[in-house]
């Protein structure tokens, strides 16, 4: 599976952004699809999570109330709708695709897209 983030920028505080992840070269369908994120200096930390059949979505408490997460099988493609973003949201935005059992632990994941730039001023 292939995965091919888009939608990044750079945007003011307040600003909304929406990022997706186009998959292919496997059946969409059976993953589970996860967004991660690494700000310069930090370890890559878990962002939303949701599931094949998109029943269970998981964010983490920074982004909750923020950020939704959405998955179109039909396209392939998952989305992160990204509101009211903050300076501290700037970071390398990755998509990832796999069978998880728990779902922000990121070793659970098998395929990683190339990560999409994120950049909110101040």
């Known amino acids: 599976v292939q995965l091919q983030a888009s939608g990044g920028g750079l945007v003011q505080a307040g600003a909304s952004l929406r990022l997706s992840c186009a998959a292919s070269?496997?059946?969409?369908?059976?993953?589970?699809m996860g967004w991660f994120r690494q700000a310069p200096g930090k370890e890559r930390e878990f962002v939303a999570s949701?599931?094949?059949?998109?029943?269970?979505?998981d964010y983490s408490d920074s982004v909750k109330g923020r950020f939704t997460i959405s998955k179109d099988n039909a396209k392939n493609t998952v989305y992160l709708q990204m509101n009211s973003l903050k300076p501290e949201d700037t970071a390398v935005y990755s998509c990832a695709a796999g069978v998880v059992a728990v779902p922000r632990d990121q070793s659970r994941y098998n395929y990683w897209g190339q990560g999409t730039q994120v950049t909110v001023s101040s």
């Open positions: 949701i599931s094949r059949s998109g029943k269970y979505i």
């Open positions: 070269g496997g059946t969409f369908s059976v993953y589970a």
